[in-house]
């Protein structure tokens, strides 16, 4: 469930870019909807409510939250201050390469992984596999990163639905080629 509230201001800035711009009364203020600026402050607004609700509830967040709750402020804020949707398009790149750089420098500070810290409590492989693992995340994130760069530069009509949509799908696909190639080195306990 707490994957699917991650993804509440994602869908709310992807209806509010498509529709067609329009002036809407919203407490006695007229507040323009639609297009690429609305739907920046609809994410960093949505961000803050979904992301502060979080916090309430759980007294922290997750380092990805917060990783992803700072670029949507930054760069939600400089795409908002220089009325140039650039600086919005470069958010996706730069997260999924800290995630990149995270995944890698976990292999040499502390004493996993972190794809092994985030999954063991579920499976159970060898450190070699642990350590592919991981660094096929490294590589997928960089890769992820770099078409992100490429989509929203070279195909601007369609970068927002790749970001949503295809994104998410080769991410989807990544996991399942991930766990079919590991399954044989999965370890099962006896009973």
């Given at each position: 469930?707490?994957?699917?509230?991650d993804?509440?201001?994602l869908?709310v800035?992807f209806t509010?870019?498509?529709?067609?711009?329009r002036v809407?009364?919203?407490?006695g203020?007229?507040?323009?909807?639609?297009?690429p600026?609305?739907?920046t402050?609809?994410?960093?607004?949505a961000s803050?409510?979904?992301?502060?609700?979080?916090?309430?509830?759980n007294?922290?967040?997750e380092?990805?939250?917060?990783?992803?709750?700072?670029?949507?402020?930054l760069?939600?804020?400089?795409t908002?201050?220089?009325?140039?949707?650039?600086?919005l398009?470069?958010?996706a790149p730069?997260v999924?390469?800290?995630?990149?750089?995270?995944?890698?420098?976990s292999?040499?500070?502390?004493?996993?992984p972190?794809?092994?810290?985030?999954?063991?409590?579920?499976?159970s492989l060898?450190?070699e596999i642990?350590?592919?693992?991981?660094?096929s995340?490294?590589?997928f994130?960089?890769?992820?990163g770099?078409?992100?760069?490429?989509?929203?530069?070279?195909?601007?009509?369609?970068?927002?639905?790749f970001?949503?949509f295809?994104?998410?799908?080769?991410?989807f696909?990544?996991?399942?080629?991930?766990?079919?190639a590991?399954?044989?080195?999965?370890?099962?306990e006896?009973?």
């Amino acid at each position: 469930m707490k994957q699917l509230i991650d993804f509440i201001p994602l869908i709310v800035f992807f209806t509010v870019y498509k529709m067609d711009p329009r002036v809407v009364e919203l407490g006695g203020q007229q507040l323009d909807v639609g297009g690429p600026f609305s739907a920046t402050m609809f994410l960093m607004v949505a961000s803050a409510i979904v992301y502060g609700g979080m916090f309430l509830k759980n007294k922290s967040l997750e380092k990805s939250q917060l990783i992803t709750l700072a670029a949507v402020m930054l760069f939600g804020s400089m795409t908002l201050t220089f009325h140039d949707e650039a600086f919005l398009k470069w958010k996706a790149p730069i997260v999924n390469w800290i995630f990149a750089a995270a995944f890698l420098g976990s292999q040499f500070i502390g004493e996993k992984p972190l794809v092994q810290r985030m999954m063991d409590h579920a499976i159970s492989l060898p450190n070699e596999i642990w350590l592919k693992m991981n660094l096929s995340w490294v590589v997928f994130f960089i890769l992820l990163g770099a078409a992100n760069l490429f989509v929203a530069f070279t195909f601007h009509e369609i970068w927002v639905d790749f970001k949503v949509f295809g994104s998410l799908i080769l991410t989807f696909l990544f996991v399942i080629i991930q766990f079919a190639a590991i399954s044989r080195h999965i370890r099962t306990e006896e009973k």
